[in-house]
């Protein structure tokens, strides 16, 4: 049966208009005032904002990492991402070192395939570089994979600056695009070893351990080397205004880089990290929480379109998990839960506030990641011909995040009591209605989606 949504605003990246969504299996057929259709069922959303559906382009689900594994799987992971509006997710697939990529894409599939609420693709990890992995990358694109990741921090992740320079002349032949995680390995190691003799443990240690100018450096170095292969990358997850700066000087200079920022890089400080009983480890993750400065800083780009998504690194782990590290802040498993949150956040604290608008919002949430990351026209729009993934979003009223209230496997919300302006009301994944007032309807219902380049 075709589904006709009526009375409500869409909302594109370059436009807005009162208008009705007739919606046929799947897939969006018409976007008009004042549509009808006989054989459709009628859905009254007016007075409510229609998104198209947001796509999570950084996400950890079911990740080993630091002698555990996240709290939240595909399982969970998919329907607190589609809770909160995500209707795709483009999580990592991560080989060890002396793997197989093919082994990692096999992996991570076995992971989500039938387990999953939304829409889910994989980025590829690249934590080697030897003639097989070489040989395996063209098998990546074949099976709809045309993005990468690299670290220059993590021993058991970096590949080093000879790899990293070769793997993007790489993906300039393939027409790939590189996602790189910027922070200084080295000196970070020996400000751990400093604070460690020192008896310096707690999470406090944790950011100055990891000041900005390492983020800083590496993002420079980066694109010194991504300059010389003559190649576009995206930086990951940028915490601060000294990495921003170095994007700006690169695009000066006519270099093409691509940002991508997370809500708690906008809305948190590393004051977090001083709270007693050692709540700051809730906040520890890597890049860590910055400045006041670096939050408004970031808001500034945003608005202003030097940052092109906003993503999660959904990364989460319960209160038992973080309690590892109590006695060495180093054995706090890194990241925070954030798929739930994200669209809630940057429509109450950009839309609402008037730092963006809400067509921006759909921009970093939706059309941008889709073009990055070749998943364009069928997702990141409404419109017709794309994907019926709608979130119906009711601006009126206040809402307020709390653990108790949320869907993913984790036992405390680091928005914890945080005022929200209105609330998602629907989420349409393909044509379903798979939310309906924060009740997850259909949790299994994801699908894997194949990529094509990226045509941002």
């Keep these: 049966m075709k589904m006709l949504l009526k009375g409500g605003t869409v909302i594109n990246a370059h436009g807005r208009q009162i208008a009705d969504v007739l919606i046929d299996g799947e897939r969006i057929e018409t976007v008009a005032p004042q549509l009808t259709c006989p054989d459709a069922q009628i859905v009254d959303v007016s007075g ?83 003639e097989g992995i070489i040989a395996e990358l063209p098998k990546m694109f074949e099976q709809g994979v045309s993005s990468f990741k690299m670290y220059m921090t993590y021993p058991a992740m970096m590949i080093g600056d000879e790899a990293i320079f070769l793997a993007l002349r790489k993906m300039k032949e393939l027409g790939g695009i590189a996602g790189v995680h910027c922070e200084n390995a080295g000196v970070i190691d020996a400000l751990i070893k400093e604070k460690k003799a020192n008896g310096e443990l707690s999470p406090e240690a944790h950011p100055q351990c990891r000041p900005s100018i390492l983020e800083a450096e590496a993002i420079s170095r980066l694109l010194k080397m991504a300059k010389v292969a003559d190649v576009p990358v995206v930086i990951v997850h940028l915490s601060s205004e000294a990495g921003l700066r170095e994007v700006r000087a690169a695009r000066a200079c006519g270099q093409k880089v691509y940002v991508e920022t997370c809500p708690h890089y906008l809305l948190m400080d590393d004051s977090l990290y001083s709270k007693p009983d050692f709540e700051g480890a809730k906040y520890v993750c890597a890049p860590p929480l910055r400045k006041k400065l670096d939050n408004e800083a970031l808001w500034q780009a945003l608005a202003d379109g030097e940052i092109q998504t906003v993503s999660t690194d959904h990364c989460s782990f319960t209160l038992k998990q973080k309690a590892a590290g109590r006695d060495d802040f180093t054995k706090i498993p890194g990241g925070m839960p954030g798929v739930e949150t994200r669209g809630v956040l940057l429509y109450t604290y950009g839309v609402a506030a008037g730092r963006i608008s809400a067509e921006r919002m759909v921009e970093v949430l939706s059309e941008a990641p889709a073009k990055l990351y070749g998943a364009f026209p069928r997702k990141g729009q409404i419109a017709p011909g794309a994907d019926a993934d709608i979130v119906v979003y009711e601006p009126n009223g206040k809402t307020v995040i709390t653990a108790a209230d949320q869907v993913a496997n984790v036992d405390y ?12 009301a629907q989420v349409w994944l393909r044509g379903k209605l798979s939310v309906e007032e924060g009740k997850v309807l259909e949790d299994r219902g994801g699908r894997y989606i194949p990529r094509g380049k990226s045509n941002l």
Excluded at 96 to 118: F, M, P, S, V
């Design 48 to 130: 409510k904002l229609l998104f198209p559906g947001f796509i999570d382009a950084h996400t950890h689900f079911d990740l080993d990492v630091c002698n555990t594994t996240t709290a939240d799987d595909f399982y969970t992971g998919g329907r607190s991402a589609l809770r909160g509006g995500t209707t795709m997710v483009i999580d990592f697939a991560c080989p060890n070192k002396g793997e197989t990529l093919q082994y990692g894409l096999d992996l991570w599939h076995k992971k989500a395939d039938g387990r999953t609420a939304c829409d889910y693709g994989f980025h590829m990890t690249i934590d080697d570089w030897n």
């Design 413 to 424: 919300a680091p928005y914890e009591g945080t005022e929200i302006a209105g609330h998602i």
